[in-house]
């Protein structure tokens, strides 16, 4: 159910590469190539590791996740429910959509896929604005070219995320674009109140 995208990242991220041969009738024929495993003796990582591993920044707000590749979505909510976050897991964006209009409150960043059938991700994005113009939105790509990450920052996407999704770079994304947007509430609340 991965797209060629994730794949191809996933191969990327694990130091490899892959080639595609295709001819017309013929069919394709994809090599994927791995750098060898070292052996393993069964034993936990070492203390050092398992220590950087565990120093992940956590959250606790509430998460709304939208990607149409549901063992993907699956993979995702528990990378965030791990990291913390209250996960709301939706593979139908317009349903996601659906879920935000009636309860905006209920939720304190949108985290979905770019790549959806009905409606994409920058699709969703412009809606949502409508309904609440601060909320952080993260935008997941298999691939983030720089003319389209400006294209897509001009649109609101609040930050990036490469698919397939890391966890250390997860936690960073959400903590620095959650930061942000307290910064930017508490900055509305003292202008609200100089103006009393």
Known sequence: GMGLAVVHGIIQMLGGHITVESAPSQGATFSVYLPCATESNGQ?????????EAAYALGS???LLVDDEKPLLAMAEEMFTELGYQVTAMS??????GRFETSPE???VIVTDQIMPGLTGLELLEQVR???PDIPVVLCLGFVEQM???AAKKLGVTDFLSKPMLKRQAAEVLQQVITERRIHDAQSREKAAATE
Do not use: S
């Not at 936990?44 to 950087?52: C, F, I, W």
């Open 61 to 63: 707000e509430r998460l």
């Open 44 to 52: 936990h990582p070492p203390l050092e590791q398992r220590h950087a």
């Open 106 to 108: 209920a939720f304190d």
């Open 148 to 150: 389209f990450a400006q």
């Open 92 to 97: 139908n964006p317009a349903e996601a959509l």
């Open 130 to 132: 409508r309904i609440d």
